[in-house]
C-alpha cells in the first residue's frame, strides 16, 4: 500500500529557531514530492522535488529530497509567528490515469511561539 | 482571476439530507479533484476528474458523487448524508501531469451532519 508519513506531528519551538520536519514515502512509481503550507484555510503550493531537482530554497525554506532514503526533508530558519501552520508533504506517482493524485501524510502542525 | 473557488463556506445537514458542493475554476486546468480532511487524517482523495465529461474513484468514494459537465465545474454530491461525513471538503485543480504537477486549492468548506 501507498503511504506517507510525516514526523513529527507537531512542534512547538520560539521565534529565531531553526526547524526540520520530515516525509518519508513508500510509493510504487515515484515521480514527485510536493510541500505543502496550511494555515487556516486552503493548502497552498511551497516546493516541488523530482529526480532532476533534488533541492529547492526560497528565502528562509528549503527543502531536499534523497531519493535513496526515499525521504525529503524541509527546514525553515530563523522560524517567525508567520511561520505557524500544518505542513503537508505529498507524492505523486506515475501510472496510468491517475498519474496526477497525490497521497498525502497528516501533516506536521509547527507553532512557533514569540 | 479567482483561481479555485467552492461553494458554500459552511452547513449543516441532518442526516438523511441531500447536498451539491460546487467547486469552480478559471485556470483552464485539465484534472481536478474532490478531498476530505478530518483532523490527524491528512488530505484524503474522494473522486477526481482528467477532463470534462469524465470522473473516478479516489481513496475514499462512499457515499459520494460527482459530476464534471464543464471543465471549469467539479461538482460533489451526498445523496443521504451521515455523521461520518462530517468534515472540511477541498476542491483542487492541476494542469495535465507533465506540464506541472502542483494542485491549486480551493478554501474549503465545512460541513457538518448532524
Known amino acids: 500500500e501507498d503511504k506517507v508519513v510525516q514526523s513529527p506531528l507537531s512542534l512547538v519551538v520560539h521565534e529565531g529557531d531553526t526547524v526540520t520536519l520530515n516525509c518519508s514515502y513508500e510509493?510504487?512509481?515515484?515521480?514527485?514530492l510536493l510541500w505543502y503550507k496550511q494555515e487556516k484555510k486552503a493548502p497552498t503550493f511551497l516546493f516541488m522535488l523530482?529526480?532532476?531537482?533534488i533541492e529547492k530554497k526560497s528565502g528562509r525554506l528549503s527543502s531536499i529530497l534523497d531519493k535513496k532514503e526515499l525521504s525529503s526533508i524541509l527546514n525553515i530558519t530563523a522560524t517567525q509567528t508567520g511561520d505557524s501552520a500544518i505542513y503537508l508533504c505529498?507524492?505523486?506517482?506515475?501510472?496510468?490515469?491517475?498519474?496526477?493524485?497525490?497521497?498525502f501524510g497528516k501533516g506536521t502542525k509547527l507553532s512557533v511561539k514569540p | 482571476n479567482a483561481g479555485v473557488t467552492q461553494t458554500p463556506k459552511f452547513r449543516v445537514l441532518k442526516t438523511g439530507q441531500s447536498m451539491t458542493l460546487l467547486c469552480a475554476q478559471d485556470?483552464?486546468?485539465?484534472?481536478m479533484y474532490w478531498y476530505r480532511q478530518d483532523p490527524g487524517m491528512g488530505l484524503r482523495l474522494i473522486h477526481y476528474?482528467?477532463?470534462?465529461?469524465?470522473?473516478a474513484k479516489g481513496e475514499v468514494p462512499d457515499g459520494y458523487n460527482v459530476s464534471r459537465l464543464k471543465k471549469q465545474n467539479f461538482l460533489l454530491g451526498l445523496e443521504s448524508a451521515a455523521p461520518s461525513q462530517t468534515s472540511v471538503y477541498f476542491c483542487?485543480?492541476?494542469?495535465?501531469?507533465?506540464?506541472?504537477?502542483?494542485?491549486?486549492f480551493g478554501p474549503g468548506t465545512r460541513l457538518t451532519v448532524t
Open positions: 485556470m483552464n486546468h485539465e484534472y
Open positions: 505529498a507524492v505523486g506517482m506515475n501510472y496510468g490515469g491517475s498519474q496526477g493524485n497525490l497521497i
Open positions: 483542487a485543480s492541476s494542469y495535465v501531469p507533465g506540464i506541472a504537477y502542483e494542485q491549486y
Open positions: 523530482t529526480s532532476s531537482g
Open positions: 510509493v510504487t512509481n515515484f515521480r514527485s
Open positions: 476528474s482528467v477532463g470534462e465529461g469524465t470522473t
